[in-house]
């Protein structure tokens, strides 16, 4: 719901012209590409700026936006400073949430406690907006600590039988994007078991809003699909392979009730992706095919590219070259379309960085180190530096290649990279792979740079494990 003291934003109305709200946030999606910057714009967002509800963007929308009219500031645009917005509703004793500025870039900092109380804010504030979603969320104790959840019992009674409408079915789509852009600076590790409270609510809302009708009644069960992939994804970034499986599959369910084939594609694409890691190839490559089949119904090039990724993935775990390398040619040729608007959003950081890296994890399965890291090499140099999670992965893929290729000392300069990022990124599959790559080095601890690579890793991983233990006790 609005603030009352909303002032409409008439600077950034002026700048849209005679174009129409969804014309211009397509504009904003395609500078944002041309960035390797990921933004969710639509024309409920635009319409939000020019209301004044959005007082200052988030740090995403920021870089977008001083790319789209160089030379600008943020307050040349009509927003307010974000030291003037930060924290206001804790200050002033509101529960206004209609002002979205971005509390969750913490790239600049270090201390975990700090993350972990922004990263819970942002989830509070996405879903505490009004009517049946503040009752599901007090409900829920969202933001608190796991294992301490206030006022669960509540949950027992369901989400009231009241209408579900726009604020509600704006609260999850919200919920998607800000769970996405935290994973995308900090990894799942430290994010999946609060972001599994709101996929609570969103099914509980899809409950409360089954005799909603239209396109509030597909955005709901779309929101609620997308946040149920998002959450898996965080449970199969930080090795909770089964959690991340039923979580899918609960997407695939939903996207087939409704009939929604964008949805089907997406969860068959994450499946194939959680197969291939959990070493199912055959699986792997049938979910991919499967997707393939959903994305027909939808006028993407590019979302058929990376689900022809996922099958070549497939293919290269079974060893089965001339298959992959058909998949890969394929992917390729539908890359090079470009992108659409008609591509989903969520596929944002599906740009040449993500193709690189995914090439590059099929050439290591087929045991072409040298190859494999020439690709991830090219990853690391193209990916933005803003998305830290996907920056060390990428790191960590090509300091494993390396490795294997007989490149120690190489290795070892990019596994330092990855530990420099390790107080930012929390995700269990990075390390794993960086541990990997240390067992690897062992051999070769007479190597340069290998000696100081290994100690820092030991000395890492203890600190980690005994973080780890103190949270368990």
Not at 124 to 146: D, E, Y
Request: with cysteine; glycine share 10%; aromatic share 6%.
């Amino acid at each position: 719901m609005a603030s009352s003291r909303a002032v409409p934003n008439l600077t950034f109305r002026q700048l849209r012209g005679q174009r129409s709200p969804g014309e211009f946030a397509a504009l904003v999606r395609r500078a944002a590409r041309e960035i390797g910057e990921q933004v969710a714009c639509d024309a409920r967002y635009i319409g939000r700026v020019e209301a004044g509800e959005i007082r200052c963007p988030n740090y995403a929308y920021e870089r977008v936006f001083l790319h789209m009219f160089p030379g600008l500031t943020l307050a040349d645009l009509g927003f307010s400073a974000r030291e003037s917005v930060r924290g206001r509703a804790a200050r002033c004793g509101t529960n206004d949430t209609s002002d979205t500025s971005d509390t969750s870039d913490t790239s600049d900092t270090s201390n975990n406690s700090t993350y972990s109380n922004e990263e819970s804010d942002v989830l509070r504030r996405a879903f505490m907006t009004s009517g049946t979603v503040t009752v599901a969320a007090a409900s829920l104790g969202l933001g608190a600590l796991p294992g301490a959840l206030p006022g669960t019992e509540a949950l027992s009674a369901g989400v009231p039988r009241q209408r579900v409408g726009e604020s509600e079915v704006s609260a999850v789509e919200e919920a998607v994007r800000q769970i996405r852009l935290l994973d995308d600076r900090h990894g799942a590790d430290g994010l999946y078991k609060r972001a599994a409270l709101p996929l609570r609510t969103a099914y509980e809302l899809l409950d409360a809003g089954a005799t909603a009708r239209g396109s509030t009644a597909g955005r709901l069960a779309a929101g609620a699909g997308e946040l149920a992939i998002s959450v898996g994804w965080l449970a199969h970034d930080s090795g909770r392979f089964e959690d991340a499986r039923s979580h899918y599959a609960e997407a695939l369910a939903t996207a087939r009730v409704v009939g929604d084939p964008a949805l089907e594609a997406h969860a068959f694409c994450n499946t194939s992706f959680l197969a291939r890691d959990a070493g199912r190839h055959r699986e792997a490559v049938r979910a991919a095919q499967a997707g393939q089949r959903a994305a027909g119904h939808v006028p993407s090039a590019r979302l058929l590219a990376l689900l022809g990724l996922r099958e070549a993935g497939g293919w290269a775990g079974l060893g089965d070259r001339v298959g992959c390398e058909q998949a890969l040619a394929r992917a390729h040729a539908l890359f090079d379309r470009g992108p659409s608007d008609a591509d989903p959003e969520w596929m944002s950081f599906f740009g040449e960085p993500e193709l690189e890296a995914l090439e590059a994890q099929c050439w290591s399965a087929l045991g072409e180190w040298a190859r494999a890291a020439r690709h991830a090499h090219r990853a690391t140099v193209l990916q933005d530096p803003h998305f830290t999670r996907n920056l060390a992965l990428y790191r960590a893929q090509l300091a494993a290649d390396l490795a294997r290729a007989g490149a120690p000392a190489e290795a070892a300069a990019a596994g330092e990279q990855v530990l420099d990022l390790l107080d930012e990124v929390q995700s269990s599959r990075i390390r794993a792979m960086l541990a990997d790559t240390a067992r690897t080095l062992t051999p070769r601890r007479s190597a340069a740079g290998v000696a100081g690579f290994l100690d820092r890793h030991a000395a890492a991983a203890r600190h980690a494990g005994a973080g780890a233990g103190a949270g368990a006790r």
